[in-house]
């Protein structure tokens, strides 16, 4: 196999064996170099080496295509969802943060991110109350783990700190989807979306709706402005498609 690489500034031309031609194809950001391993030792079968051979020679062939500045290791801090918890307001001592009423984690966006896990969408959770941040901190996470969408929850008290992150995350990236659940969004939705930063809103249990709605922003489709009703399924402003959210549906 023949590779032409314009990495550097002369025009490099590589030749690589069956094996090393295999190793470069998968280097795809799905694989990694045990699962590579895993490709080559089923293909090799029954007269494959030993599973620790594969292994080894994968990765020096996966070095060596890394030092010809062919491949690079896939960050693994990268997410497509970011689910942020803001902090409570100042007026709630620091000693509150030791009270489980307002230091327990974000079971709500716990389970969202189980079930975006289960359909192959990459997220993770930043709990700006606990680590003791305030809503600036966001748009340095931001910028290292390059997220596609945000989600953010809030409950009264937490929501100007919600709207104030929300809002660096828009002047760090005025692009980036913010969609806003949790108890304040679902009894005040209207007032929310007419004057806020926040581009979606979802109302009650939302597992199968942040799903859904991830699963369309994720696919370059914009929708703007839409709420929906977990408990109908519905779509109460802006029409179009119908989303299905069975709420409870996470074991």
């Known amino acids: 196999m023949d590779i032409l690489s314009d990495v550097g500034i002369y025009l490099n031309h590589y030749q690589f064996n069956e094996t090393a031609a295999f190793v ?23 007269d494959a080496p030993p599973m620790e051979e594969v292994t080894r020679d994968v ?5 060596d295509l890394k030092e ?28 509150a943060a030791r009270v ?25 959770i ?3 109350h606990v680590t003791g941040s305030n809503p600036d901190d ?6 290292d783990k390059e997220p596609k969408i945000i989600g953010l929850t809030a409950n009264t008290p937490t929501f100007p700190n919600a709207l104030r992150t929300a809002l660096h995350i828009k002047a760090w990236n005025p692009d980036i989807p913010i969609i806003l659940g949790g108890v ?28 859904e709605l991830c699963e369309y922003l994720l696919n370059g489709d914009k929708h703007p402005m839409l709420i929906f009703f977990v408990n109908t399924g519905t779509i109460l402003i802006g029409g179009g498609a119908k989303f299905a ?7």
């Not at 500045?69 to 000693?95: G, H, K």
């Not at 974000?106 to 289960?118: D, F």
């Not at 966001?138 to 910028?143: D, N, P, T, Y």
């Open 126 to 128: 930043i709990d700006l």
């Open 100 to 124: 489980p009423e307002y230091s327990a984690p974000p079971i709500g966006l716990a389970y969202i991110a189980s079930y975006l896990s289960q359909e192959g969408i990459s997220s993770d």
């Open 184 to 211: 304040h969004a679902t009894g005040m939705p209207f007032d929310i979306l007419q004057d806020g930063p926040f581009d979606y809103i979802v109302l009650g249990e939302g597992e199968v709706t942040m799903l």
């Open 138 to 143: 966001i748009v340095g996470i931001c910028r």
């Open 24 to 46: 470069w194809r998968l280097c795809d950001k799905k694989n990694s170099a045990f699962d590579i391993a895993e490709r080559i030792f089923s293909a090799c079968e029954p």
């Open 59 to 63: 990765i020096e062939i996966l070095e």
């Open 68 to 95: 010809k500045n062919l491949i690079n290791w896939a960050r693994t801090d990268r997410c497509d969802v970011l689910l942020v918890a803001p902090p409570f307001p100042l007026t709630y001592d620091i000693v």
């Open 245 to 251: 959210a069975n709420g409870g549906a996470l074991i």
